[in-house]
C-alpha cells in the first residue's frame, strides 16, 4: 500500500482491477490540482470513460461533459468536452512527462485545459513544456495498464469513483 503523506493532495481513482493512487503537485500546477479536487469531491470524473487509450502512449478521461454516457452517439462526442466552468490556463514546469505521470488535455490553445486528462504509459518526452504535468500515479499503475485500447474503445474502461484521499 503506498504511503499518503499528503491526503489533501491524493487522488484515490477506482478502476475495474482496482485502486490507483495519484499524488497530486499543488507547487508545480496549483489551478490544475484545485480543478481535479474540485471536480473529483463534486462525482463529476465518476462512471467517465477512457475514451482515447493509445498502446505505448497514454490513457484519456475526464470529459465530464460526454465521458459518462452509455450510448455510441456520445461516446463519438468524448473528448470535445469539458466541465461547466471555466477553462484552466498553461502551468509548464520542469516535471517530465514520464510513465505514470498525469497531464492535462486541451485542444491547440495551451490555456484550454479543463477536466480531461491523461495517464503516460510510458516516458514522452515529447510532450515537455507543452502539456501541464500536475500528478504522479505512486501505486497502481498495473490497473493503468490494463485500460482498454481504443480510440474510442468499443467497450471502455471507466472511472468507477474519483475521491480525494482526505475524504475517502
Known sequence: MA?????????????????VTIQLLPDVAPKHVERMKEL?????YDNVAFHRVIEGFMAQTGDVQHGDMEDGFNLRMAG??????????????KIPHARGSIGAARS???DS???QFFINFKDNDFLN????????????MEHVDAIT????PAEP???????????A
Open 3 to 19: 504511503e499518503i503523506k499528503d491526503p489533501e493532495n491524493t487522488i484515490l481513482m477506482e478502476l475495474k482491477g482496482g485502486t
Open 40 to 44: 473529483a469531491r463534486s462525482g463529476q
Open 80 to 93: 470535445t468536452g469539458g466541465s461547466d466552468m471555466p477553462n484552466v490556463p498553461a502551468e509548464f514546469s
Open 108 to 110: 491547440a490553445n495551451p
Open 113 to 115: 485545459a479543463n477536466s
Open 129 to 140: 513544456g507543452q502539456y501541464t504535468v500536475y500528478g504522479q500515479v505512486i501505486e497502481g
Open 149 to 152: 485500447r481504443g480510440e474510442p
Open 157 to 167: 474502461d471507466r472511472m468507477i469513483s474519483v475521491k480525494v484521499a482526505a475524504d
